[in-house]
Every structure is written in structure tokens, then in C-alpha cells.
């Protein structure tokens, strides 16, 4: 099944710099690898298929929906429920705790709060012991764990990441790419990887290029 | 976690930019209703002392230390008239003249002035009886209800009065001793903190002295004595006068004896010859006349121009303080760009993060709003303190206005003002360029 289809999708910055991107077909359940060098619109084409960004032209088809044609509060209610996205940068709402941060996702999402689950998530990931820290009080490293479980907490069905092992080592790359396959894997979630880690091409089989046009 | 939830975390995770912001709001608002809460008690205060009445004839001076003198009795007297000198305005069939009330000031009691007057000055205050009845004889008196809490005289005591208005033992009359015959119930005007008995009573704790001094006859105490009920202990007077005790006519009799001054009230306050009579007096008489609405907007003019300088500066310090929230809340705003842009990523909608920053402001200005209005009333109260040892004005900390739920209105109206903008572009604000920039 088709989680997420590009047909002709072209981009076209404010700058008047235009992208055309390669057709697009992610299956449920393929961890895929969206490769290409610095400037090839690597993040460009994750805020797309976030629905943070439209295209110029072509369609996006998530989960069986149409994203270009919804409104902007439609695409956030959209987002929210059915996207959870880990960035290269991890951003907390600095006023809450660890644990507040990953709820917040679940009630922004429009779901329950499930803190029994949200503690769950923790500890799979060894941190449970964080749970009432300050964000700021954590290392990167658990920061990033915090994010993971911050993207998984409202179960999307998809799981976009930008750039996750980029600062890391060999072994931590290793390490953080079990930890994100292994949850997205727990919750029957699809995760797509948008990367220039080419460490990362041995552990993923799907992989699409993008190219500069 | 809602927008309003998050709006108190946000605000309480930055407790000094929480603090300056509150405490600059706090303190417009402070100011501000301080004054409201004085301003209203000064004008409550000063028109209860008005009691209606329309002028004031008193010896020549300063027209306002008349008024300050007779209608708040908080100044000396300009001097003595002569019942003589008054003649026609104790007149009862003065023409525009409704009412006159002498008053005869002198003396005090524990620095409670005793007025020699008649009852024509408990009807301007609309004082009642509380407790036993009005003075009927000479050396009885009538006391205002601050003077029985704070003398703890109560109906039968006796005491002896001091010459002058500052309570000095060196000055004290003590051949006459006063004997209490009443209790006024509490009014709020001046008359609460007066000691009243008949005019004559004054004249002869006076006369007294003068005897002493120059050591005359008893034929002088006769005369003033003459027509009133008296129980002195020289030979009892035959009573000669048929007026009503302590009424005008009878005051005539004695045109060579003094008071303080006159309140009187018109038949007509917009009549001609009504407009006219102050003037008519200064120009014509040895007395002077003063309107106290007159002298009273006067000095309130003049001390509006204190008032209206704290006033500037309260409204300074409320723009200032509505500036600070606007800066504080746009910092904010900027420094967590990225927070408001994940909320978005995270399914949160525009609306959400406008409610979250206007919230925000809306709060700033609540707390700001109630410091401000405890920190008021609590310095009005500790100031009270201190009028009330000085003046004994009574005012109190403890009054809720109208005017404070405006003064609310207007903080929640500004805190959300400024939370506008710095709101606006958040929720507007392009959620990838953020991220792109992160």
C-alpha cells in the first residue's frame, strides 16, 4: 500500500530558484532513505511531505489524501495526526518538562493524553529516569531520544526525519537508527529518513535519489 | 496542554521577566487607584462637610482659614464678631437668610474642639441622638461619636476644658467643669469629632477667667448670665427672656458679646439678592463672608495640582509598563520562534498560538492588575493611619470602588493590546523558514 506518492511535484523557492522532484512511492512499512547531496531540496522535500510547504505543481498523496489542495488549519489538524517529524535541530517548549513535551504532541494532534504510554516510550528508550527534567537540563544525546519519543508520542502512521545521525559517530549513528526503526517498527509506523549519511545506506534497503535538475 | 495552561507555564518559566513586568504594571495600577481611592474619599470627606451650607460670616482675614476654621475645623479662627456687628443676619425674619448658626470656638478638650452654637448646627449634619439627649444648660454638652471612642467620655462624666485648641494643662479652665449629656450617632462629617453646648457656656468659661484676671464684680456675670437657665453657684437667676433656648433672638439680647462666626443658608441659593450678599457683607459690614464651594474648589484646585502631577506620572508609568509587556512578550516570541513553530508541527493551529501570546499579555496584566490594587489599598490603609493621628480624618484601605473594576478593564484591555502584535506574527509567522533556519 502507498503511504506516500509525489506525482510531478515541483517546488519553486521565493528566490524563483525552481526544483522538480522524481516521482515518489513509499510503502507502508518501508523504511526509506531520501538521499541526495547538500542543496538538492533534501529538507525541502520533508516540509513537503509535512505539508509545511505546498508545491508549485503535481500532486502529494498522503495516506490516501490529497495535502495540496487542504487549507492551512486543515493541514496542521493533518500533520498533527497523521506525521510526526523529528528534526535536525531539537526544539522543546523550554517552560515544560520532558514528559509534559511529549503529551503536548498527543494533545496537539487532537488525541488523548496517554501518559502510561508516553512512559512507555521513555523507557524504550532508556529514559525514563528524564521524565520530569527540564529539556534544557538534558544532554544531546537524550535530547534526541526526547524528540523520537516527542514524533512517535501521538502514533502517526508516518515518521519523517531530517538529518538524525548527521553529528553523530559510526556506532551512535548505528545506535540512533535502531532506536527510530526499532519504535516506528513497535508501532507499525513508516519512517522515512532524509539524509546525506551515506553510513546509513547499508542499514536502510529503500532508497530514493534526489538529484540536482 | 491548552493555550491557557502553557500560557502559565510560559510565563512562570521566566520568573524575571515575570517580575519586572508585574512589578511595573503593579506599580501604574497602584498609583493610579491609590489615587482614586484618595481622591474619592478627600471629595466625600469635603462634601459631607459642606452640610448645605452657603456662606460663612466670620471677622475679617483669609476667606479659606474662615471656611478651614468653621466647616472643617481643622485652622484657627480669623477673630471674634460681635453679636452686635451680626444683628441682622441672626435676624429669624432676614429676608434671604433660611438659617444662621452661630458658632463660638475657644476651647478644647483632649484637642477636641468645644463649639458653643445651638441646635440649629446638629440639623445641618443631620446628627441624631445616639445616646441621652442634647445640652439644655449651661457647662452641659453633646459629643460626637469620635470624640466618646477615642475620650472614652461617656453620658454623666465631667471634665474641664483647655484654652485654645491644642490640649495644654497650663491652659486649663478648671473652674468649669462640663458635664456630658449626649452622644451623637456617627454622621462622618466633622461634627463627629466636635464637643457642643450653648454659646453662653463659652462666654462664661470665659468670663471666668477675665474675673480672675481683674478680679471685677459679679454684676458682669449677671448680665451675660441674664435670660438663661443656669445653675451656677451664686443666687439663682430668674429667667427674664421668653425666647427658645439657644435660639437666635436670644443671642440678640447680648449685643456686646462675641462668637466666631455665623453658618448660614439661604432661602434661595439663586436668588439676586443671595448672589449678591457676600459681597455686600465684604464691601459694606466689619465681617467677612466666604462661599465654602467656592473657597473649597479653590484649594482643591490648588492641590489638583499635586494630584494631577502624580496622576502624569501614574499614566507614565501605565505606558511604560503596557511598553514592557509589549517588549516582553515579543522577546519572548522570538526567542521561542522554535517552540511556536513545532507547536504548529505539531498539529497545533494558528489560532492556538495567538490564544497562547494573547494569553499571556491577558495574564501579565491580571497579576500586574491585583498586586497593583492589594499594594493600594493597604498603603491607603497605612496612610489612613497617619491622617487620622493628624487630621482625624478617618480614612480607610478597606472600600471598594466602582471606579476599580473600570481600572481592571482597562489593564486586561491594555495587557492584551500589547500581546497584539508580538501575537499576530507568531501566528503568522512561516513555520519551514523557521525550521530551515534551525
Known amino acids: ?213 | 496542554m491548552n493555550a491557557f495552561r502553557l500560557a502559565i507555564r510560559n510565563i512562570l518559566d521566566k520568573p524575571l521577566n515575570l517580575l519586572l513586568s508585574i512589578i511595573l504594571f503593579a506599580l501604574g495600577v497602584g498609583l493610579i487607584n491609590f489615587l482614586i481611592l484618595f481622591n474619592h474619599q478627600l471629595k466625600d470627606k469635603f462634601e459631607s462637610n459642606l452640610a448645605d451650607i452657603d456662606l460663612v460670616l466670620g471677622a475679617k482675614g483669609s476667606p479659606l482659614q474662615l471656611i478651614l476654621c468653621n466647616m472643617y475645623h481643622i485652622d484657627n479662627p480669623t477673630g471674634n464678631i460681635k453679636i452686635g456687628d451680626a444683628k441682622p443676619f441672626l435676624n429669624p425674619k432676614h429676608p434671604i437668610i433660611a438659617s444662621a448658626v452661630p458658632l463660638s470656638l475657644g476651647d478644647n478638650y483632649k484637642n477636641f474642639r468645644i463649639v458653643g452654637t445651638n441646635y440649629g448646627f446638629t440639623e445641618l449634619y443631620k446628627a441624631k441622638i445616639s445616646q441621652g439627649k442634647l445640652w439644655e444648660a449651661p457647662l452641659e454638652v453633646t459629643i460626637g461619636q469620635q470624640v466618646a471612642d477615642e475620650t472614652n467620655l461617656k453620658i454623666g462624666d465631667t471634665f474641664t476644658s483647655s484654652h485654645g485648641f491644642t490640649d495644654d494643662v497650663d491652659l486649663a479652665h478648671d473652674h468649669n467643669a462640663f458635664k456630658v449629656v449626649g452622644i451623637l450617632a456617627p454622621t462622618g462629617a466633622v461634627i463627629d469629632q466636635l464637643i457642643m453646648t450653648q454659646t453662653s457656656t463659652i462666654w462664661q468659661v470665659h468670663k471666668h477667667e477675665e474675673e480672675e484676671a481683674t478680679e471685677t464684680s459679679a454684676e458682669e456675670e449677671h448680665d451675660h448670665a441674664e435670660g438663661e437657665e443656669h445653675d451656677h453657684q451664686e443666687e439663682p437667676q430668674v429667667q427674664t427672656s421668653t425666647f427658645p433656648l439657644g435660639s437666635n433672638e436670644e443671642l440678640l439680647t447680648h449685643p456686646e458679646e462675641s462668637i466666631t462666626s455665623i453658618l448660614v443658608k439661604y432661602k434661595s441659593r439663586t436668588s439676586f439678592q443671595a448672589l449678591n450678599m457676600p459681597r455686600m457683607v465684604n464691601e459694606n459690614t466689619s465681617l467677612q463672608a466666604a462661599a465654602p464651594a467656592y473657597e473649597i474648589n479653590k484649594l482643591v484646585d490648588m492641590v489638583g495640582v499635586g494630584t494631577d502631577g502624580i496622576k502624569a506620572i501614574a499614566y507614565l508609568i501605565g505606558f511604560v509598563s503596557a511598553l514592557s509587556i509589549f517588549i516582553s512578550l515579543y522577546r519572548a516570541m522570538r526567542d521561542r520562534k522554535y517552540e511556536l513553530a513545532l507547536i504548529r508541527v505539531m498539529g497545533g493551529k494558528r489560532s492556538y498560538i495567538f490564544n497562547l501570546i494573547v494569553l499571556e499579555g491577558f495574564l501579565l496584566a491580571l497579576i500586574g492588575w491585583t498586586v497593583g490594587t492589594i499594594l493600594s489599598h493597604v498603603s491607603m490603609e497605612i496612610m489612613a493611619g497617619y491622617l487620622k493621628s493628624d487630621f482625624r480624618y478617618s480614612f480607610t484601605g478597606w472600600i471598594w470602588l466602582m471606579e476599580e473594576w473600570f481600572l481592571l478593564g482597562i489593564s486586561l484591555f491594555i495587557g492584551v493590546l500589547s500581546a497584539l502584535i508580538p501575537a499576530l506574527s507568531a501566528a503568522k509567522q512561516d513555520v519551514n523558514e523557521v525550521l530551515d533556519k534551525g
Open chain 1, 1 to 213: 500500500m502507498t503511504i506516500i506518492s509525489f506525482e510531478d511535484v515541483k517546488f519553486s523557492y521565493q528566490s524563483g530558484q525552481s526544483l522538480q522532484f522524481p516521482d515518489v512511492n513509499i510503502q507502508k512499512g518501508n523504511t526509506t532513505l531520501v538521499l541526495g547531496q547538500s542543496g538538492v531540496g533534501k529538507t525541502t522535500c520533508l516540509h513537503l511531505m509535512a505539508g509545511l510547504m505546498k508545491p508549485k505543481s503535481g500532486n502529494i498523496v498522503i495516506i490516501g489524501s490529497s495535502i495540496v489542495q487542504m487549507t492551512q488549519s486543515e493541514l496542521d489538524a493533518f500533520r498533527g495526526k497523521n506525521v510526526g517529524v523529528i528534526f535536525q535541530q531539537n526544539h522543546f517548549i523550554s517552560a515544560l518538562n520532558v514528559l509534559e513535551n511529549i503529551e503536548m504532541s498527543q494533545y496537539l494532534s487532537g488525541g488523548k493524553k496517554d501518559t502510561i504510554f508516553c512512559k512507555e516510550l521513555l523507557k524504550r528508550l532508556d529514559i525514563a529516569d528524564k521524565w520530569n527534567k527540564k529539556t534544557t537540563a538534558l544532554s544531546q544525546g537524550e535530547r534526541q531520544r526526547v524528540a523520537i519519543a516527542r514524533s512517535l508520542a501521538a502514533k502517526p502512521p508516518i515518521i519523517l526525519a531530517d538529518e538524525p545521525t548527521s553529528a553523530l559517530d559510526d556506532a551512535n549513528t548505528t545506535e540512533v537508527f535502531k532506536l527510530l526503526n526499532d519504535q516506528a517498527e513497535y508501532l507499525g509506523s513508516t519512517l522515512v529518513i532524509v539524509t546525506h549519511d551515506n553510513r546509513l545506506k547499508d542499514l536502510v534497503p529503500h532508497h530514493i535519489n534526489l538529484n540536482k535538475s
